[in-house]
């Protein structure tokens, strides 16, 4: 039911309870579960391997509850890791030349059976004040094919390791007890042709609300400014989750960034029938609206109450959003807020050195601020459905974004991953353009592609008008091409984009990809062996940075250009193979250090004056050849000296780059930079002396205490005069002292096998088996004895002694004395136990359960078993051409976080982050 807000309406239905804004506590809570959670590897294809998962003889598809191994509640996880999320189990394989080119050759994935399942636990917090809520269990993302069990109920499977999953759990919950969810994550096989992940790598959610209450995703606001106010509606979608119809009524109100009310409407009333749900539409009006821009990301929040009949406050459910206009015209490009903005763009994947596709929102922020540092005012997210915590960090720093779905078609398939997509993410300013699919070979050059993209865009327009489609097209033009409204241009080598903006004059042109100077961060010669890429004149897409961006720059019809990519990503290792294990088309390194390529970009595209010069002067053995020096700046000239002499001043041409061909002696290379004829701005790359010692530089020295806040930090190798040495490949060693730990390493060498991650290992060893009585003998004893070794441990290792009882009314004895009956709930330290190193007698007597013969899972048990742990191995990462980086995170307590540097024949360093 849509309810307008008519004025007769209003007078009808309009509540008599006085808007209050939040005195009452409304009955929703939505608590992240990223902590807590247990983690072990199952398998694919041997489903004994997969903790015996699927093998009872009713599976938990015949009978609901029947989640049998690790997604029955009375598995026994103890010997499992225990983790956080966002976590990526991916990142953490080892390198394989047998694993997945496309994937970055992590060994899991087809062929990897044993490493491509995973399984995680967790106890919900359930309490019996929670009976009568509705509950649901959300996550962000899970790569991939996960299916969810909460007390041994199969609750759902999402195929798509992208899209966001909301599960009801109420009715199976246990209030006041025990509550345990399982989610098993099947990477086996890929969904794309690049790096993606493996496991619960985004946000995990427990929601809780009443019966009556806000829909999920159920607001959408739009906004119409007009001169010095917007207009601003929302609609709303309220959902009845409970036995009867319910009258209830919307209130709206909109707060500004410091939590100020600026506006509000008049609440409407609605009826909404049992198990139904029915949409309120109102207006607000917000004076002098502050604008979201890229420079001034401003945000405001659509507070949206929902009260009962009795004026009793239910629900309260808040929706950021922002007041900006956006327009595209297929001859003037685009517009923001009135102005022509060039989207000046990247494509990315959701990976990062060291952590994989397990980015913490503080990660988030670390690579849009990257971007943006560089002028970059545009992102892609390719090609899948962003993460929820990437828009809200788009949103938050200003930056403009595609989002797209990840498969073409017109099948509930694709629909209801579409539907969720734009239901989901239309609420966010950054959000600019819909992508309904990219390079589609099969379809994208013919008829279907033309009738598909057709049809997925009237999809998208009817849930949502304010934006325009987009369909990423590579060599097949003519049939996308000739129905998208808005055509997405991947690599302008494959067709005539004047033609196609002559032929279709409507029709808005974007380019989706285009190549940018490929190369090794550092590298200036190729060396194939090592995958080591000088600076392309010609990538493998054709072309580069200067000529991508003066193509698009130069035709004003064109919205702008998205670089393919930002950051170097894993997989895709194009032109290399093994052991090359990083695509290398990012403008900056898979860590975020920028390549000379960056300089280039940021010459053109932001307001700062910019003066770079490469390669860098280290170079024995070539004395006396011929090496060309060049220049990114946006300075009006630049004048180069080798060791003191000039080597020409030359003016900058617009969009262009300058260029010397010097004879190369060790010493110094000078740039200076002229504005109206006046130096203004120098530039030195020295010769270096041998490495000398670290130093560490961290992007944020303070984080915040919450177990999540991350560090980034750059390891440099110095000379003795402090110049970072630009060939450098010493190995640092680190260690941590405080609140914080390291969580992952990388360096942004394509073809480093080194460990991206160092963690502790848990290892279960059983000591025997034990087959129960049949089901139907129930009234004999049962005794379970056993003659065993202390576990030998390695150095460092811990052992924990895990018992499983054999029936009820037990009796533990070991060695011959009486032990408490809670030990059956722990892991016992060992060295708690007074334990021989041989021949020690574990004895366990009992009388059988009484549920035995439904208990098929306790019938074969391991009465008595071991957990080993193996600490983490120090990290340690090499720099490559004289940087690594190092990411450092919150364990959520306050204090000063010491990180350590140190190698062979180098100073060491320390560093200091605090958290608070
Ligand atoms: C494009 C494709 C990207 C990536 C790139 C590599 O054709 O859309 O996903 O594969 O090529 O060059």
Redesign the pocket.
């Known amino acids: 039911m849509l309810l307008k807000k008519l004025p007769l309406l209003a007078a009808l239905f309009a509540a008599t309870a006085a808007f209050s804004s939040s005195s009452q506590a409304s009955e929703r809570t939505r608590d992240q579960i990223n902590d807590g959670w247990k983690f072990a590897l199952g398998h694919a294809t041997d489903k004994q391997k997969d903790f015996g998962h699927g093998l009872g003889y009713f599976s938990y598809l015949a009978k609901t509850g029947f989640g049998d191994g690790a997604a029955s509640p009375s598995f026994d996880d103890r010997a499992w890791r225990e983790i956080s999320i966002p976590h990526d189990w991916a990142v953490e394989a080892e390198f394989s030349p047998d694993a997945s080119y496309s994937h970055g050759f992590k060994a899991i994935g087809p062929g990897f059976p044993e490493s491509s399942v995973g399984w995680y636990r967790r106890e919900l917090d359930i309490s019996e004040d929670d009976l009568g809520k509705r509950i649901r269990i959300e996550f962000d993302g899970i790569y991939r094919d996960a299916a969810v069990f909460v007390n041994g109920f199969f609750v759902g499977q999402e195929p798509s390791g992208f899209v966001s999953q909301s599960y009801d759990i109420t009715e199976y919950l246990n209030y006041g007890g025990k509550n345990v969810v399982a989610v098993r994550a099947d990477a086996y096989m890929e969904e794309g042709?690049?790096y993606e992940g493996a496991g619960i790598y985004r946000h995990a959610y427990l929601l809780k609300t009443a019966p009556v209450h806000v829909a999920r995703y159920g607001t959408y606001v739009t906004t119409e400014v007009e001169k010095n106010k917007a207009a601003v509606s929302v609609e709303t979608k309220v959902a009845n989750d409970s036995d009867s119809a319910a009258t209830v009524s919307v209130f709206q109100s909109i707060l500004d960034n410091k939590g100020k009310e600026v506006a509000k409407a008049e609440s409407l009333s609605i009826e909404v029938g049992a198990g139904k749900s029915g949409v309120v539409s109102q207006d607000l009006m917000l004076k002098k609206p502050k604008l979201w821009d890229l420079d001034s990301p401003n945000l405001y929040t659509m507070l949206t109450q929902v009260k009962d009949s009795e004026g009793e406050l239910i629900d309260e459910y808040r929706t950021s959003f922002g007041v900006r206009t956006i327009r595209f015209d297929p001859n003037e490009g685009f517009f923001l807020n009135g102005r022509s903005v060039k989207l000046k763009g990247s494509n990315n994947h959701q990976d990062h050195a060291g952590v994989g596709a397990a980015m913490s929102d503080a990660m988030q922020d670390f690579r849009i601020k990257a971007l943006k540092d560089m002028g970059s005012n545009a992102y892609r997210v390719?090609?899948h459905h962003a993460s929820p915590a990437l828009l809200e960090s788009c949103d938050r720093l200003g930056m403009l974004v595609i989002d797209e779905t990840r498969l073409m078609g017109i099948n509930e398939y694709h629909f209801d991953q579409l539907e969720h997509l734009i239901l989901r993410d239309r609420n966010h300013p950054s959000v600019i353009v819909w992508s309904v699919g990219?390079?589609e070979w099969g379809i994208e050059g013919n008829i279907f592609g033309a009738r598909i993209a057709k049809r997925m865009q009237d999809f998208v327009h009817r849930l949502d008008p304010t934006r325009v489609v987009t369909a990423?097209v590579?060599g097949g033009w003519g049939g996308i091409s000739s129905t998208i409204e808005a055509f997405g241009v991947?690599y302008i080598k494959h067709g005539d984009v004047d033609q196609q903006h002559e032929d279709y004059p409507d029709q808005i042109i974007i380019g989706t990809?285009e190549t940018t100077t490929q190369q090794t961060r550092g590298i200036y010669f190729e060396d194939a062996a090592l995958a080591h890429q000088h600076p392309k004149e010609n990538g493998?897409?054709g072309g580069n940075a200067e000529l991508g961006w003066k193509f698009y720059d130069e035709r004003d019809y064109t919205a702008g250009v998205f670089f393919?990519t930002g950051f170097d990503y894993r997989g895709?290792p194009?032109p290399y193979e093994w052991p090359a294990v990083l695509s290398q088309?990012g403008i900056l390194d898979n860590c975020g250090f920028p390549k000379d390529g960056y300089y280039y970009l940021k010459s053109w595209w932001s307001d700062e004056p910019v003066l770079h010069i490469f390669p860098h002067w280290n170079w024995p053995g070539k004395e006396g050849e011929t090496i060309e020096v060049r220049a990114h700046s946006n300075y009006e000239e630049v004048e180069l000296f080798v060791n003191g002499e000039s080597q020409g001043r030359k003016e900058m041409p617009h969009n262009g780059h300058l260029a010397w061909d010097v004879e190369y002696a060790p010493g110094e290379l000078l740039a200076k930079g002229y504005t109206d004829g006046k130096v203004v701005a120098e530039k030195r790359v020295r010769t270096t002396g041998e490495s000398a010692a670290f130093a560490l530089e961290p992007d944020r020295s303070e984080i915040k205490a919450n177990g999540q806040d991350i560090s980034v930090i750059t390891l440099s190798v110095l000379d003795e005069r402090g110049d970072v040495v630009p060939t450098a490949d010493d190995l640092a060693f680190f260690t941590i002292e405080g609140p914080g730990e390291i969580i992952g390493v990388g360096n942004g060498n394509p073809s480093s096998l080194e460990p991206d991650q160092y963690n502790e290992s848990v290892e279960k060893i059983k000591v025997g088996e034990w087959v129960g009585p049949k089901a139907s003998i129930t009234d004999q004893p049962v005794v379970f004895e056993t003659t065993f070794d202390s576990p030998e441990l390695e150095k460092g290792q811990s052992a924990r002694m895990l018992l499983n009882p054999v029936g009820k009314d037990l009796k533990l004895t070991l060695n011959g004395k009486l032990l408490d009956n809670a030990l059956f709930d722990e892991a016992v330290p060992v060295e708690s136990l007074d334990l021989k190193a041989s021949g020690n007698v574990l004895k366990m007597e009992a009388m059988p359960f009484d549920e035995w013969g439904a208990r098929e899972d306790v019938q074969t048990l391991s009465p008595l078993a071991f957990a080993i742990t193996t600490p983490a191995e120090q990290y340690k990462r090499k720099a490559f051409n004289g940087l690594a980086q190092i990411i450092v995170q919150s364990t959520g307590e306050a204090g000063e976080i010491v990180l350590k540097a140190e190698g062979e024949g180098l100073e060491a360093v320390s560093l200091i982050i605090s958290a608070h």
């Open positions: 042709w690049y390719s090609h990219n390079e990423a590579s991947n990809e493998s897409s393919w895709e194009t088309f």
